[in-house]
Structures are given as structure tokens and as C-alpha cells.
Nanobody, 123 residues
Framework: VQLQASGGGLVQAGGSLRLSCAAS????????VGWFRQAPGKEREFVAS????????NYADSVKGRFTISRDNAQNTVYLQMNSLKPEDTAAYYC?????????????????WGQGTHVTVSS
């Protein structure tokens, strides 16, 4: 499966962006999808994940209430709506397909990764 993340860019603090993750090949069918991010010099960290049927999304505490993950299985696309962005949200954002249908939070539970899209939030 190939994952293509897009939608990153430069935004001022308090602004919004919507990231998209489109799958081709084997698609997302039956699998959870997650978003992770990695800032320069830091480890990749969990941001949000969603089950195959789109219920019970899971969020990192740092983004809870500001970010929303959703999916359109017919379009094989997962979205991450990011509102009230902060400078500390600046990172490369990666989408990934889980090894199963559940809302995993560890990078070890994801086996296909997109190339990343960069988000820069200016103060």
C-alpha cells in the first residue's frame, strides 16, 4: 500500500490546516490509520488514530480538543483537521496504516508509512 500525505504548509498561530492521507494499492480496508509527527531532533510521536469503522478516535493529550481525525473509506482517505495551531505543533506529519483495526498509539503497530508533510506554525 502507498500512502500520500498532503496539506501541510505555513500558518500563523491560531490558524488551521487540514491534512489528507490518500491510500493506493491495498488501501485502508480493515485497518486503523494514524497520524504521527516528528520535529527536528525529536522522536516521532503519536498524534491521532482512528479505527477502520471510524469510531472511537484516539488523540494525544497535546492535541485533544484542537485536532480531529476522520476518514472516508469510499475515497481511501484519512483527514486530520488541525485548529488553534501552536508553534509547538511545527513538525513533519506522517500518516500510517495500522497492523490491525484498532487505535494503536505506538509506531511499532504501524507497518506502512507515508512520506510526510511539513507543518510550520509561526508565532
Amino acid at each position: 500500500v502507498q500512502l500520500q500525505a498532503s496539506g501541510g504548509g505555513l500558518v500563523q498561530a491560531g490558524g488551521s490546516l487540514r491534512l489528507s492521507c490518500a491510500a493506493s494499492g491495498r488501501t485502508f480496508s480493515g485497518y486503523a490509520v494514524g497520524w504521527f509527527r516528528q520535529a527536528p531532533g525529536k522522536e516521532r510521536e503519536f498524534v491521532a488514530s482512528i479505527t477502520w469503522i471510524g469510531n472511537t478516535p484516539n488523540y494525544a493529550d497535546s492535541v485533544k480538543g484542537r485536532f480531529t481525525i476522520s476518514r472516508d473509506n469510499a475515497q481511501n482517505t484519512v483527514y486530520l483537521q488541525m485548529n488553534s495551531l501552536k508553534p509547538e505543533d511545527t513538525a513533519a506529519y506522517y500518516c500510517a496504516r495500522g497492523s490491525g483495526p484498532f487505535v494503536y498509539t505506538s509506531v511499532r503497530d504501524y507497518n506502512y508509512w507515508g512520506q510526510g508533510t511539513h507543518v510550520t506554525v509561526s508565532s
